[in-house]
């Protein structure tokens, strides 16, 4: 069954950090672009971060400065580390991949989404 699955949520305080994980099966990552999204309720999917293929990147405003993506290929994984976390960052993270060459946080060039794991940042 091809699938990714996202872990790695969960509810912390302001200024705590997370690492999410995408753990892809029944395929391989190595030639995907690979996205992390988020969607908070009432609001629009958002792009947060992606990799290419070859390992270039791209983050969303909202969290510039703040994450690192990564991809391991060997594991057939990627990672998305938050730091300095903010209220304003709770919602669901999705992953998914893009065939598209680079990598764009644009929803819309993604399939292959993930069910998603909560992240909720609260004192």
């Known amino acids: 069954q091809v699938q990714l699955v996202e872990s790695g949520g969960g509810l912390v305080q302001p200024g705590d950090s997370l690492r999410l994980s995408c753990a892809a099966s029944?395929?391989?990552?190595?030639?995907?672009?690979i996205g992390w999204f988020r969607q908070a309720p009432g609001k629009e999917r958002e792009g947060v971060s992606c990799?290419?293929?070859?390992?270039?990147?791209v983050y969303g405003n909202s969290v510039k400065g703040r994450s690192t993506i990564s991809r391991d290929n060997a594991k057939n994984t990627a990672d998305l580390q938050m730091n300095s976390l903010k209220p304003e960052d709770t919602a669901v993270y999705y992953c998914?991949?893009?065939?598209?060459?680079?990598?764009?946080?644009?929803?819309?060039?993604?399939?292959?989404w993930g069910q998603g794991t909560q992240v909720t940042v609260s004192s």
């Open positions: 998914a991949i893009s065939t598209i060459a680079g990598c764009s946080i644009g929803p819309s060039e993604y399939h292959n």
């Open positions: 990799i290419s293929e070859d390992y270039k990147t």
């Open positions: 029944g395929f391989i990552l190595r030639p995907y672009a």
